[in-house]
Each structure stands twice: as structure tokens, then as C-alpha cells.
């Protein structure tokens, strides 16, 4: 194989490792701390009936709407209305994320088991998670996902 040849290769293969390469994480040090206190604050909200739209990975968005504590409705971005029952498949895949209470331990429960790299960002009025980035694996590449949430509305309870 000529020099050329090999360099291109090498350039090639650096460039999509690096395409891979895990985001400097949230300090773990302190995660902790920023849990705790963005979820005091959602509790001191007590908020009761909400609808937020979430994007979990690998699934499309989905509006949902929680009534104390418990789902009331989940729509997809296309329209389709998916029945609120616990056979529900589309529900029980994304299951971590039809709540704010469930997205809240979805985090506690993913930095303890420490990925490689994890920002957690919250709304600074109320204290709900509104992206979660996670790579859960220094290598092999590219099985990072982010959670968001948007659109998010208090409803009369």
C-alpha cells in the first residue's frame, strides 16, 4: 500500500472515531446536589396536571398529559393516540419518560451507574429536566441519545 494511500486511511478512521467522541459529562461530583434541588423546587410547584411533549430515543415525540401522578393521554407527533393501559408496548418501552416524576429518576438512576459522559439541563423556574444527554460508553462509538422536553403547560387540576 503506498504512503498515500495509508495516510488517507488513518485520516479517515481518526476522523470518525473522533465524530464519536464523548461530551465532557456533568461533574459527577455534584449531580447529586443539582438533582436534589431542581426537584425540590418541582415539588415546591405542586403541580398537579401538566402536559409536556418528550422526546425519548428512538422514538417519535409524544405529548403527554399526567394528572396527579398518572398518565391521562399520550399522543404521538403524528396523531396517533396510544391507550393508557399497562399492555401498552410503545408506553412501556418509554416508560422512563412519560412523567416528570419518571424522568427525574430516570437521571438518579443513570448517573449512578456512572456513563461515560451525562448533562442534565433543567427549566430555572421550575426545576423539570429539559434535556438529558447520556453516552452511556466511552466506546464503541456513537450509542449516545438525548432526552428533551418541551412545550411544557400547568393545567387547571
Not at 488517507?8 to 467522541?21: E, K, T, V
Not at 418528550?54 to 403524528?78: C, F, H, N
Not at 412501556?92 to 461515560?116: C, E, G, H, Q
Request: proline fraction near 6%; glycine fraction near 4%; include cysteine.
Amino acid at each position: 500500500m503506498t504512503r498515500r494511500k495509508s495516510l488517507a486511511i488513518y485520516l479517515l478512521i481518526f476522523f470518525l472515531l473522533s465524530a464519536c467522541a464523548p461530551a465532557v459529562g456533568q461533574n459527577y461530583g455534584n449531580w447529586q446536589a443539582e438533582l436534589t434541588k431542581n426537584r425540590a423546587k418541582w415539588d415546591s410547584q405542586h403541580i398537579t396536571h401538566y402536559r409536556f411533549q418528550v422526546a425519548p430515543p428512538d422514538a417519535t415525540p409524544m405529548i403527554v398529559e399526567v394528572k396527579d401522578g398518572s398518565l391521562v393521554s399520550v399522543v404521538d407527533i403524528k396523531g396517533i393516540t396510544y391507550a393508557v393501559n399497562a399492555s401498552n408496548k410503545t408506553l412501556l418501552d418509554n416508560s422512563n419518560f412519560l412523567t416528570i416524576s419518571d424522568l427525574f429518576a430516570y437521571i438518579n438512576d443513570t448517573y449512578v451507574r456512572k456513563p461515560a459522559s451525562m448533562r442534565v439541563e433543567y427549566d430555572p423556574a421550575m426545576g423539570y429536566p429539559t434535556t438529558i444527554d447520556v453516552d452511556p460508553f466511552v466506546e464503541p462509538c456513537c450509542y449516545d441519545f438525548t432526552i428533551t422536553v418541551s412545550n411544557f403547560h400547568v393545567l387547571s387540576p
